[in-house]
């Protein structure tokens, strides 16, 4: 499992989410909305606007999955 994160500097959500998978040693890729992706990119990967970041995708298996914010990736990561 691989936790991909699109976020942007200033974020508190995104360096919790970050440091969540820092702490849990869950590999990640951090990707900044603004330099590394547009967010008209975001929202299309994401499939719907984008309201708030970060944005959070689990590559398994299965292939690349969103889960939503960092709320969503701590319930996930719980379960």
């Known amino acids: 499992m691989e936790i991909i994160i699109y976020g942007k500097d200033g974020c508190v959500n995104c ?3 970050r440091m ?3 702490i849990q040693s869950i590999p990640f890729q951090y990707h900044t909305v603004g330099a590394d ?3 008209d990119a975001l ?3 994401v499939g719907q606007p984008v309201r708030s970041l970060p944005q959070i995708f689990i590559q398994k298996a299965a292939g690349l999955i969103h889960i939503g914010g960092y709320d969503e990736l701590r319930q996930q990561l719980s379960e």
């Open 43 to 45: 929202q299309t990967k």
């Open 15 to 17: 360096d919790k989410t």
């Open 37 to 39: 992706i547009s967010i």
């Open 20 to 22: 969540l998978c820092q």
